[in-house]
């Protein structure tokens, strides 16, 4: 029988609370650190209600066999306290990329990965010429602390980026060039501390304002993109040296070249679709490449598709809730409840479903589209 382990993680939100139930049936243990009292994770793992930065809570967190990562924006005061006492898998190098626009694009660069075309923007003066620069119309995004859309305006003139620029508070932001893509696609890649590589599957994204709104597998791309995808993303966790999980989103151009978007450290919305199709999940990938054990690729084994669940108000303003009895009716439904309270725009749960053929899940997928607002 294997050897209980005890993994910490930073962080105790829906994703934490998916990895914890992922990793009870493998015989380990779950402690987490995150100080919202109302923690998802709670429910079904150990819960430290502290800060961060609590020395009590970063020395519990030293005792387990291994510390992974819920999201990015960890403060950089707990790595510190942690490093050299516990493995933390992501590591505080990756993290420090993968957080920051900047340096996470000039890093995928410097990886032989591809990237649309982008410009630095740290000060006033680097707006000049800048939208020129990456072909006249743009995206500016903060380089810290944006996601779901947060921190980004579109702009399509110097007048626009001065604007935008100002009203994102004058802060360092990325000015990323737009380009013609046919779709969003993303990939996950594990890779164990002695360098074992394993894959997620490649998943078809569809975002609405700014918030992932639908997944699919398998993705309907040319033929070798899924190849493409993984050989960038196995350049990306090499140089990086990812110990743990990583997701990468890219744009897939007209004749399927591939460019990367973003890079999550860690398990991603758009792999929850893994929890119901048949094989391991992304969850218990990254259980399992941030402890060491052996690992093998996640690719889902029937069609499968997830729609997000958030937060929408109705004219007014009181939440408009999915139909429950409808999406239980409908064949091949599993929910995932988050136990969040209600807030606009946030993420809730989601709904995963399966069917036996890609074309049946579409069509079932446009139906249960209809019953999540």
Known sequence: M?????????????????????????????????PDA???????????????????????????????????????????ALRGRVPVRPGAGLLDRSKHRAREKQALRAAGARTAPFVVIEDAAALQGALRA??????????????????????????????????????????????PFEREVSLGV???????????????NVHRDGILRTSVFPAEVPDGVEAAAREQARAVADAWGLEGLMTLEFFQLPGGELLVNEVAPRVHNSGHLTQDGG?????????????GRPITDWRPLHPCAMVN?????GPDGTPLEPDWAGIDALEGTHVHLYHKDWR?????????????????????LTSLEALVP
């Open 344 to 364: 606009a725009g946030r993420k809730l749960g989601h709904v995963n479903l399966v069917a036996p053929d890609a074309a049946l899940l579409r069509a079932r």
């Open 38 to 80: 109302q923690a998802p994770a709670r429910r079904c793992a150990d819960h430290i209600h502290a800060p961060y930065t609590d020395p009590a809570g970063l020395d519990a967190l030293a005792a387990c066999d291994a510390v992974t990562l819920e999201f990015e924006n960890v403060p950089v005061a707990a790595l510190d």
């Open 190 to 204: 594990a890779r164990t501390p002695d360098g074992r590589v394993a894959f997620g599957p490649l998943v078809e």
């Open 134 to 179: 990456v072909g006249g119309h743009g995206i500016l995004k903060t380089s810290e602390l944006g996601y779901d859309g947060k921190g980004q305006r579109r702009v399509a003139s110097d007048h626009d980026l001065g604007t935008a620029w100002e009203g994102l508070g004058g802060v360092p932001c990325v000015l990323e060039g737009l380009v």
């Open 309 to 313: 669940v958030v937060g929408v108000a």
């Open 2 to 34: 294997t050897p209980l382990a005890h993994l910490g993680i930073l962080g105790g939100g829906q994703l934490a609370q998916m990895l914890a139930l992922a990793a009870l049936p493998l015989g380990v243990r779950v402690t987490v650190l995150e």
């Open 279 to 291: 094989g391991i999940s992304q969850f218990e990938a990254q259980v399992r490449a941030v402890l």
